[in-house]
């Protein structure tokens, strides 16, 4: 996005590309914290995340902001009653670090937020965008289910195309709250449509089974 048309307080898609500029890869973190965000940010490359705005700076076209994230790890600073309880050496302050569960060992979620400092705007892109599917990926997987349903009669064509169906939908609720699973859904679809394709073209031809050889839109996957 501009950085003109980006408005602190507002929400959006955070599109990492796979290799981060020389500034970003270099710098040296200030804390833990900042350690943390670039360590995250690193593993993020190539994937997406939602970005709540702070900071905007016009002259270097960069935003700081949050990502909202859970956590059941806390730090707890001792009172000086707790440490006089525990018999501890007066003078220096003492915290408890670790994870936090119940007592029966479940995990505890707790809301937590990582912040980004000097992200490239251009990075940025409204939360309703959607996710694509770049044509030679959805090649590939039209190609994969050629490849599966070679040899396959008709009915095997439609249960495979109903399965496809009902995976698609599975995806379909996970993607309401991961870009990932985003992604994952417009494969499915790619695949359910593809089904459907040969499902057709079975019936129209009467074939007995499949044969990408004699399919007008047959091809091969790439390796």
Excluded: C
Excluded at 50 to 73: F, K, Q, S
Excluded at 192 to 198: D, G, K
């Amino acid at each position: 996005m501009r950085v003109q048309d980006i408005r602190i307080g507002e929400t959006y898609q955070v599109k990492v590309p796979q290799r981060l500029p020389s500034a970003l890869r270099h710098r040296i973190p200030r804390t833990r914290d900042d350690f943390a965000a670039d360590m995250r940010l690193n593993l993020r490359r190539g994937d997406r995340f939602d970005l709540t705005v702070t900071g905007i700076d016009p002259e270097g076209a960069t935003v700081d902001g949050y990502e909202a994230t859970t956590t059941n790890r806390v730090t707890l600073r001792l009172t000086a009653d707790q440490i006089e309880l525990l018999d501890l050496p007066a003078g220096p302050e003492y915290e408890i670090d670790g994870f936090v569960t119940d007592t029966d060992g479940n995990e505890v979620t707790l809301p937590a937020a990582t912040t980004y400092t000097v992200l490239p705007a251009v990075w940025l892109h409204p939360l309703e965008e959607p996710v694509p599917l770049a044509p030679s990926t959805a090649r590939f997987y039209r190609a994969r289910v050629q490849a599966q349903a070679t040899g396959m009669t008709v009915q095997d064509v439609a249960r495979a195309a109903e399965d496809a169906q009902e995976y698609q939908r599975d995806i379909a609720g996970q993607a309401l709250d991961s870009y990932r699973a985003e992604e994952w859904l417009r494969t499915a679809e790619v695949e359910h449509q593809e089904w459907l394709r040969i499902s057709a073209l079975m019936t129209d031809k009467a074939m007995k089974t499949y044969a990408p050889q004699s399919d007008p839109q047959g091809m091969t996957p790439h390796p």
